[in-house]
């Protein structure tokens, strides 16, 4: 997959949530979990996805159980397997007056779905998804042009 530049919003809420070791420590209120936001520089499998299933809740006609995908997505049933050129990190954004900016990526990634986690209906939802990517972008910043995607499937890749 080919993305140009892009970023997603990871929460930490989110991240105590998937991943339990990772809840902060130190008397931090949940309410101030819940509200936080990271801009993270990385096509994550979990946060695409869950950005995908969103768009595609809200747009597409054909429905699915989309909180059993997304289980499945969070038990790393798609994976990063590869960066083969490298992923370079980008300045995207930067606002005139207060200095704000956001850091994002391009490049190209390779995903697989490992064996042991391989279900049919899964994969081809998640090829669903990925074409469906291709018109209407990821990540932050996607209504303004940015998180452009190209999905080539392992056969067709290869074919190149």
């Known amino acids: 997959m080919k993305f140009y530049p892009t970023y997603f919003r990871f929460s ?18 949940d309410k101030r979990i819940r509200r936080a936001r990271r801009f993270h520089p990385l096509p994550e499998p979990i946060t695409m996805m869950r950005s995908l299933v969103r768009l595609w809740n809200e747009f597409a006609d054909v429905s699915f159980n989309y909180r059993r995908y997304l289980s ?16 370079r990190t980008r300045r995207l954004y930067e606002h005139r007056t207060t200095g704000k900016f956001v850091v994002g990526f391009q490049g190209i990634v390779h995903f697989s779905v490992p064996d042991d986690l391989y279900l ?40 190149q």
Request: charged share 20%; glycine share 14%; hydrophobic share 40%.
């Open 72 to 87: 499945w997505i969070t038990a790393m049933g798609i994976t990063l397997s590869g960066f083969p050129r490298g992923i």
């Open 120 to 159: 049919k209906r899964w994969a081809r939802i998640t090829d669903a998804l990925l074409k469906f990517a291709e018109y209407s972008n990821v990540g932050g910043g996607r209504t303004a042009g940015l998180g452009m995607v190209r999905y080539l499937p392992k056969e067709y890749e290869d074919a």
């Open 12 to 29: 930490p809420y989110l991240a105590s949530r998937l991943f339990p070791s990772r809840r902060p420590a130190g008397g931090v209120s």
